[in-house]
Structures are given as C-alpha cells and as structure tokens.
C-alpha cells in the first residue's frame, strides 16, 4: 500500500517513487529547493551548489501515458556542471551501461566546433536511485569516476556515477542513519510505504534535532508531498500513475514468485532424476525407482 489514511486531520503522503510523484516533488520549478537539498547532501561538494537551471523542464504531462520504470530529471547549476538524476523501480541488467551512454551523451553535448575550443569539459553528475540491488553483496552507495586500475591515479574528474541500491538502507529510524543524505532517502522510503503520516514523518525529523538548515530541506520535501494540497486535476493524474506503478509492481512481484517457484521445481526434478541414475546403477527395477522417486516409469527407463 503506498499511502494510509488516517482519522483526523493528518495527511497521505505521496509516493515519491511514482514517475509523476518524483518528478512533482524534485522535478520541475516548484521542486528546484528539495532538488538542490538533496544534491548538496548527496554530493558535499567543496562550494555547495546555489542555482539549478532545468535542461528538460517540460512541466508534469497532464494526460496518463509516460513512462513507468524508468524516469530521469535533468539540470546544470552556475558552474555549467550538469546533473543526470534518475529513477529505477524495475532491475535491468544494462543499468551501468545506461548511465555511461547518457553521461557521455551530455559530454559530447559540449563540443564546439573550430580550432578555438579546447575541451573545456564540464563536470557530469549522473545519480541513480534503484528499488533492486545489482551485487550478490550489495552496499547502499556505489561511487565510480575515471581512474587508473588499482590506484586512487584519476584520470578525469570530469565524470562521476553514483548508485544508490536502496534496500540496503534498512533502517529502523531516522536516527540510525549515519549521515544527512541517508536520512532524506530514509523518508523518501517511509513516503514510498505509506505507513506514516506527513505529520509523523515531521515529527521525527523535528525530534531528531537537525540544524534549521538540513531540517528545512527534509520538511520541504515533506510539505511538498501533501497528496491533500494537489488540485483536482494533479490528483487524478497522481492517482492513475499510482495505480499504474502499483499494477507494474504486482506483475513483477508475480514474475519473480513464479521464477522462484520454477526453479524449485525444476531442481526437485533434478535431484529426483539424480537418485533415480544412482539406483539404476544399483541395478533396482525400474517400478522400485518409480515408486521411490515419484517419477514415472517412462522418466525411469529413458534415463
């Protein structure tokens, strides 16, 4: 369930992890305080970032199509440096490679031609925030950037990844987080559940005793994400993404229950077939291995 309704006056909490939801709260002009908060969290670059200016600011489409599993926002700040933040509810296999070609994609952007252009490259930023993990042993935060094998030798500055592999942050309260950015994305998971109000998630963030400064940018998001304060319109289209991604996560949830299943299956079969070779070579009936293994005698005999 993404969001709870609870008696009195306290208010549902929209699903950030909603195309829509996400893009409305981080995504588009209104959004830029909760972007830039986070970014500086995230990052804690030397000069924090003042501006944002959005590359892709089309405001949030009024109609129910779009995409559903992968969604991304766009923007530069004052320095010229870009940021590539993105969203992935549904695990893909080529997710690394995604975020190198569109990386490089914003890189080769910046070319200019003639002989006066001499590579000033900015730096590119590219931000992923996965529902799934992609490591057999997986750790919330993964940073790469473009250095020597082995060494801490760095070739260029001028690209960084970031992987958030968000079912590693497991925990229980806000104040087990160990720093600011984990604590934002720690909300971002109790919106996505739904089993608190905004009124509760802001008091945990107001008892937790933050800086005025840290607790405006997790209150912001908060503020923002009042399924209560959309117009009309804004709530029908929130409703039906919502709907969507809840459809979409039913029908993974049931690919991954059957591949699982399947798999049981197909190795109780195995082991089956593996005993029955054994007493074959015991020299047994075919009817006792059958009997024994509950395979048929056809299986028996063709094996």
Not at 105 to 115: A, I, N, Y
């Amino acid at each position: 369930m993404e969001f709870m309704e609870k008696k009195g006056n306290e208010s549902k909490v929209m699903n950030p992890f909603v195309d829509w939801g996400f893009k409305y709260l981080f995504g588009v002009e209104r959004g830029k305080k909760n972007l830039l908060g986070f970014l500086n969290l995230l990052l804690e670059l030397d000069s924090p970032i003042v501006n944002l200016q959005y590359l892709n600011n089309e405001s949030i489409p009024l109609d129910e199509e779009g995409r559903e599993c992968i969604f991304d926002i766009l923007c530069e700040d004052e320095r010229g440096e870009k940021f590539l933040v993105e969203v992935q509810n549904a695990a893909i296999g080529y997710i690394r490679n995604r975020m190198v070609y569109y990386a490089c994609r914003l890189v080769d952007q910046m070319g200019e031609q003639g002989k006066e252009w001499k590579y000033d490259i900015k730096k590119v930023y590219s931000i992923c925030l996965m529902n799934f993990t992609y490591e057999t042993q997986p750790v919330l935060r993964r940073d790469f950037t473009l250095c020597e094998p082995g060494t801490e030798n760095i070739l260029s500055d001028k690209l960084h990844f970031i992987m958030l592999q968000l079912p590693c942050l497991e925990k229980a309260d806000i104040q087990d987080c160990e720093n600011f950015y984990e604590k934002l994305l720690y909300l971002l998971i109790q919106m996505k559940t739904g089993m608190k109000t905004i009124e509760e998630l802001k008091q945990e963030v107001y008892d937790h005793g933050l800086n005025d400064h840290i607790r405006e940018v997790f209150l912001g998001v908060l503020e923002d994400a009042d399924v209560m304060s959309l117009t009309p319109k804004e709530r029908e289209i929130y409703d039906a993404r919502l709907k969507r991604y809840r459809d979409n996560r039913a029908c993974l949830d049931y690919a991954i229950e059957k591949g699982i299943r399947e798999g049981l299956e197909k190795g109780q079969l195995e082991e089956k077939l593996r005993i029955a070779r054994s007493m074959k070579e015991k020299n047994i009936d075919s009817a006792t291995i059958a009997q024994c293994t509950n395979l048929t005698i056809e299986q028996v005999e063709a094996l």
